[in-house]
């Protein structure tokens, strides 16, 4: 801590975070329901949502890109037959200053798709309004669970597999 002119303490790496730029990296609208010409009170959609993250460094100083990848699988409970598919790869170049390194891992994914996923969000509902359905609207994502559950699946894919003594 290094004091200010009025003699307040003031940290020294202060954390700072910008989004710089946001896009539509990939997305895929396959609508199942158009094809086979079903009616829509054969229709009763039964939601499964999958969510992936990935992130890396960018060239530039303090640079990173964020991926969020959402697939959202929509199939008629009543037939089980796929109504629609949609994969909405959104990444966000973030320009992030003060976290220390130790935490730049959880912070870029989960810090950085909080912010990203309202726009994510949107997409979402357009695309299924406009491919004829209802608006889907995402539920909240727990980025943290998420996180947590990914350090998890690694922690136990590296155990060595138990073997048994002779």
Do not use: W
């Not at 629609?84 to 390194?101: N, R, T």
């Amino acid at each position: 801590m290094t004091d200010a002119p009025n003699g307040a303490p003031q940290p020294q790496n202060q954390l700072k975070m910008s989004i710089l730029a946001q896009f539509v990296r990939d997305m895929s609208f396959e609508n199942a329901v158009a094809l086979k010409g079903l009616q829509s009170a054969e229709v009763q959609p039964e939601m499964q949502v999958q969510v992936s993250l990935d992130a890396r460094k960018r060239p530039a100083e303090h640079q990173f890109e964020v991926i969020t990848k959402f697939k959202i699988t929509a199939t008629n409970k009543a037939t089980n037959t796929a109504l629609y598919l949609l994969e909405v790869d959104y990444g966000g170049i973030f320009h992030i200053e003060g976290v220390p390194d130790d935490q730049m891992h959880p912070f870029l994914l989960i810090e950085c798709p909080r912010q990203l996923f309202p726009f994510v969000r949107r997409i979402v509902s357009d695309v299924t309004r406009d491919g004829g359905f209802p608006p889907f609207n995402l539920d909240p994502v727990d980025f943290v669970g998420l996180y947590r559950a990914e350090l998890a699946r690694r922690a136990e894919a590296e155990k060595p597999a138990d073997v048994p003594l002779s």
